[in-house]
């Protein structure tokens, strides 16, 4: 099982539920509907990792920078930067044919995060923001989603357990785009304009898909 550090103690999630169109600007730059209801998906423990990759096989990847949530005994716990990494060709095909996405969102390897971080007093301050390159590419936060941390929490719960450890990730605004190997990627999570916690990566090139574990 993968692990993640929870307040300077190792976690193992067994599950990260994710939201989709969450930020109306991120959902006007891909062409979707603003949701009737919370679109939610999922990503197994196997899709945590340390490595940031351009592509797996002939896909390439593209990043979506999101505000990442720990859950204990029912509750939010901690907060980091996460990365929601998707083979965007392979689930434009998979939408446009009424499929799940699992194959371009649950793989092995699209999942990054930092160290997790216990929450401050009032979680609406706070806000992320990554650079590429050093380069401004990606800024939201609480005040800009449609549903707030509360809220996904309350509707994940009609309907799945929540786990000590499990992660919540809350969308992405606007500015997803294509990795390239070689670039540095810095994620920074912020509240009153002050980083609480930051983590970074470097691209590499693309790897085949990694094998299943016997
Ligand atoms: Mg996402």
Same mark, same amino acid.
């Given at each position: 099982?993968?692990?993640?550090?929870?307040?300077?103690?190792?976690?193992?999630?067994?599950?990260?539920?994710?939201?989709?169109?969450?930020?109306?600007?991120?959902?006007?730059? +891909?062409?979707?509907?603003?949701?009737?209801?919370?679109?939610?998906?999922?990503?197994?423990?196997?899709?945590?990792?340390?490595?940031?990759?351009? %592509?797996?096989?002939?896909?390439?990847?593209?990043?979506?920078?999101?505000?990442?949530? &720990?859950?204990?005994?029912?509750?939010?716990? =901690?907060?980091?930067?996460?990365?929601?990494? &998707?083979?965007?060709? +392979?689930?434009? %095909?998979?939408?446009?044919?009424?499929?799940?996405? #699992?194959? =371009?969102?649950?793989?092995?390897?699209?999942? +990054?995060?930092?160290?997790?971080?216990?929450?401050?007093?009032?979680?609406?301050?706070?806000?992320?923001?990554?650079?590429?390159?050093?380069?401004?590419?990606?800024? *939201?936060?609480?005040?800009?989603?449609?549903?707030?941390?509360?809220?996904?929490?309350?509707?994940?719960?009609?309907?799945?357990?929540?786990?000590?450890?499990?992660?919540?990730?809350?969308?992405?605004? %606007? *500015?997803?785009?294509?990795?390239?190997?070689?670039?540095?990627? #810095?994620?920074?999570?912020?509240?009153?304009?002050? &980083? +609480?916690?930051?983590?970074?990566?470097?691209?590499? =090139?693309?790897?085949? =898909?990694?094998?299943?574990?016997?």
């Amino acid at each position: 099982m993968n692990t993640i550090d929870v307040d300077g103690r190792t976690c193992r999630p067994s599950k990260i539920l994710c939201v989709g169109r969450n930020y109306r600007a991120h959902i006007e730059e +891909l062409g979707n509907e603003i949701p009737e209801s919370m679109v939610i998906f999922h990503k197994p423990n196997s899709a945590i990792s340390d490595t940031l990759r351009s %592509a797996i096989d002939d896909q390439p990847l593209h990043y979506e920078s999101e505000l990442a949530f &720990t859950v204990k005994a029912g509750n939010l716990h =901690a907060v980091g930067f996460g990365l929601d990494l &998707t083979k965007r060709r +392979l689930q434009s %095909a998979l939408k446009a044919k009424g499929l799940p996405w #699992e194959r =371009a969102k649950a793989f092995d390897g699209s999942a +990054l995060f930092s160290a997790f971080i216990p929450l401050p007093d009032n979680i609406e301050g706070l806000s992320l923001q990554l650079d590429v390159d050093g380069e401004l590419r990606q800024a *939201g936060g609480t005040s800009l989603m449609i549903y707030t941390p509360a809220q996904i929490i309350r509707e994940l719960k009609t309907f799945t357990t929540l786990e000590d450890g499990d992660i919540i990730m809350t969308g992405t605004p %606007a *500015g997803v785009g294509e990795i390239t190997a070689g670039q540095y990627f #810095e994620g920074k999570v912020l509240f009153a304009g002050k &980083t +609480l916690v930051s983590e970074s990566w470097t691209a590499v =090139a693309s790897a085949n =898909a990694p094998r299943a574990k016997l």
